[in-house]
Each structure stands twice: as structure tokens, then as C-alpha cells.
């Protein structure tokens, strides 16, 4: 069982809708992520909490809106976003300190926009 | 960005057998590596990771180093089916970053 969980495990919308993608983890991890990935290709990072900061913003457009509410909450609000945002995302987290900083992943979130 | 780089495979090896799975980097000064395994329609999960300063074995996996040549291995002893996955290699960059590469397609034949 992972130790990131994740809702929803799948999310259908069209593209005026706004929606939420939730990941919550409880190992006392003070980083948390949001990756991004298409079938067959690595995933791509989007965002990074560390300590309840936003500390990395690879540039992502804005219908993408993270909240980092608490240290173990992370989520992801979505609005007006485009058939090519459909892929599966993928929450992780970290201890957060320096040195090997090992990325737990939750189980993904399969969004689909219609 | 540093870049980080796979043979997209598939690479297919009898079961029984040692799969070899490679990963070069751009950075030189890269410190700590990781390797993945991530199956079809999962999320990845972590295989092992080694710092600059040593190969590391667990179980049947070895990950191995070479920083002359940039590149880092994972080495799969008596490779099972279950091991038939897509094996991806990371590379950390700053603090927080990881990169990772296109990723390996490995099928063990039975």
C-alpha cells in the first residue's frame, strides 16, 4: 500500500468545469509534488511545496493552481484546461532535507478532459 | 536543465537471466542517482538509489556508477516476469529536482 494517497483515482471533465485533485501523506514528509505524465513518456514535475512554501514552478500554466493547505495536504486546482492537459497525475513527497531526497508517489490521479 | 538518457527498448531477456538496464547524464557533477520501476498503469516506485561515492546491492538489484563515462546501471540477477516493467532512471538536480529519463521497457520471457 502506498503511503500517498490520492483522490479521485480517475476524474472526467470538460473543459469549462473546475476540479481538484487531492493528495495527503502522513510520514511527516516536508516536501510535496505534483508530477505530470503522458502515456509513455517519464514524469514531468510541475510544482514543489517545501515547507508549506511553493518553492519550484516549472512554468506551468495557470489553470493549474496548487494549495499546499498543510504540511500533509497538497492539491491541485484545475479550471478551463484543454484535452492535451488529460494524463495521469502523480503526487509524491520527500523528507524535504538535503541529501538523497527519495520521492514517494502516491497512486496517480487518470484525468481525462473532454 | 541536465538530461538524462535511456534506450527506450523494449529489451527483452529470459527469464533466469541478468537484465542490464543503462542511463547516461549530461551533469558531471551529479551526486545522487535513482532507479524506478514503474508498471503499466502505476505510479513509479523507487528500486534503489546510490550516491556518487558507491555501487549499492539489494536482493537480486545492483546499481553500479561509472563517473568517468557518465552513466549509471541497473543490474536485475535472476530476472522473474514480474520484473516486467518500464525502469526509469533519475538524476538529482538541486535541492529538490528530480530528472528523469525516457525510461527502459523491460519484458522477461519465460
Known amino acids: 500500500d502506498t503511503e500517498v494517497t490520492q483522490t479521485p483515482k480517475h476524474l472526467v471533465m470538460g473543459m469549462t468545469n473546475k476540479k481538484s485533485l487531492k493528495c495527503e501523506q502522513h510520514m511527516g514528509h516536508r516536501a510535496m509534488y505534483w508530477y505530470k505524465q503522458k502515456a509513455k513518456k517519464p514524469p514531468e514535475l510541475m510544482f514543489v511545496y517545501s515547507y508549506e512554501k511553493l518553492s519550484i514552478n516549472e512554468s506551468v500554466p495557470s489553470r493549474f493552481s496548487p494549495e499546499c493547505p498543510n504540511s500533509s495536504l497538497l492539491n491541485l486546482h484545475l479550471h478551463a484546461l484543454q484535452p492535451e492537459d488529460s494524463a495521469l497525475y502523480l503526487c509524491?513527497?520527500?523528507?524535504?532535507?538535503?541529501?538523497?531526497?527519495?520521492?514517494?508517489f502516491g497512486a496517480g490521479s487518470r484525468l481525462t478532459v473532454l | 536543465q541536465k538530461e538524462v538518457e535511456q534506450n527506450s527498448g523494449p529489451l527483452s531477456v529470459p527469464e533466469g537471466a541478468i537484465a542490464s538496464l543503462n542511463c547516461t547524464y549530461s551533469d558531471r557533477g551529479s551526486q545522487s542517482f535513482f532507479w524506478y520501476r514503474q508498471y503499466s498503469g502505476k505510479s513509479p516506485e523507487l528500486i534503489m538509489f546510490?550516491?556518487?561515492?558507491g555501487d549499492k546491492e539489494d536482493g537480486r538489484f545492483t546499481a553500479q556508477l561509472n563517473k568517468a563515462s557518465q552513466y549509471v546501471s541497473l543490474l536485475i540477477r535472476d530476472s522473474q516476469p514480474s520484473d516486467s516493467a518500464t525502469y526509469l532512471c533519475a538524476v538529482k538536480e538541486g535541492a529538490q529536482k528530480l530528472v528523469f529519463g525516457q525510461g527502459t521497457r523491460l519484458t522477461i520471457n519465460p
Open positions: 546510490i550516491y556518487s561515492n
Open positions: 509524491a513527497s520527500s523528507q524535504g532535507h538535503s541529501g538523497a531526497n527519495v520521492l514517494t
